[in-house]
Nanobody, 127 residues
């Protein structure tokens, strides 16, 4: 059974850091494009970052460039999102997702192209 489980969310002050984890079971993450998305209350889900198979390439939303870093640990079948210099506008539920139809990230992160999703983890940035 394919499953993605996120962890690492929480409450952090502005300027702080968090590292989110996305652990997979039932399939090998390294074969596919893996994305992190987020959804704030009243807003649409948006793509944050994507990592291609074997770390060939990564993409970031403009709003998180130079602050967030996506990476993977194949031995643990886990993808991470290191988030630094967090801002209140980063507050959202963060989801990881797998696109099992492609191995490389596309120029845009299109939600419906990702077919497996985790349950989400809440990130709140507030003083």
């Amino acid at each position: 059974q394919v499953q993605l489980v996120e962890s690492g969310g929480g409450l952090v002050q502005p300027g702080g850091s968090l590292r989110l984890s996305c652990a997979a079971s039932g399939f090998t993450l390294d074969y596919y494009a893996i994305g992190w998305f987020r959804q704030a209350p009243g807003k649409e889900r948006e793509g944050v970052s994507c990592i291609s198979y074997s770390d060939v390439s990564t993409t970031y939303a403009d709003s998180v460039k130079d602050r967030f870093t996506i990476s993977r640990d194949n031995a643990k079948n886990t993808v991470y999102l290191q988030m630094n210099s967090l801002k209140p506008e980063d507050t959202a539920v963060y989801y990881c997702a797998a696109n099992t139809m492609r191995s490389r990230c596309g120029p845009q992160m299109i939600t419906h192209e990702y077919d497996y999703w985790g349950q989400g983890t809440q990130v709140t940035v507030s003083s």
